[in-house]
């Protein structure tokens, strides 16, 4: 099976499009959530996302879009895209993102999707060593998560003896480019697509991961959208400044 796993949307309907052009043909969607906030098009994006998607788990900015937590948490640029986003979602699409689940949810053997980690769903895993110790209690071989923004990999064998941290070497920071990972049988791998709609690893463009749980790879993939039509719809939108120009630097 080939499972498409996408993550931290956030309502960039030019990035998803792109994304889902360029994909390579897949059996499965699994959605790490953020659907929306930042962007400009949260009913365009949360309809596409359920109309492909078998599998979500609900990010931070859905819970307080659709008002499950309050904004309190979030900083100033991010708190003032929450409020426009549940101002502007409909009545179904808010019915839809606030019944997302809490992850870990294991859709199939083997696998988990989380948000942030397994032991909390708002968690940052933004190093090594908090990867690994995440790793070494992991129930099952492979985890995807999301909510850094930033594509890669880390792994830990069975043993907890050896470890290791995945950057994609792409050869080129132009055009689409895909690098692939084949999973060791005895290793345990924290797997983040990287986001589509809003990259922050210093790669402007989206990202997704393709998982092929028969032949035991991960193949991360780098796709570039129309990031200026995207930005104008913010800008347009009357969205804070800030989350246009950080399209284009990625970050
Ligand atoms: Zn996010």
Redesign the pocket.
Known sequence: MRILVL??I?ANLEALEACLEAAPEHDRVFNL??IV?YGANPNEVTERSRALGSVFVR???DKASTGLIPVDDFNPVAALAVIWTRENLTPENLDFLRDMPQGPIIPVDNLQCVHGSPRDEDEYVLTAREAWSILAQASVPVTFF??T?IQGAYWIDDRNEREGVVDPDYTSARGKQRFTLSLNETGKYLVNPG?IG?PRDGDPRAAFVVYDTKAKEVTFHRVPYNIEHAQRKILSAGLPDRLATRLSEGR
């Open positions: 993550s931290d956030h959530g953020d906030g990010g931070n900015h999301g909510h923004h986001s809003q």
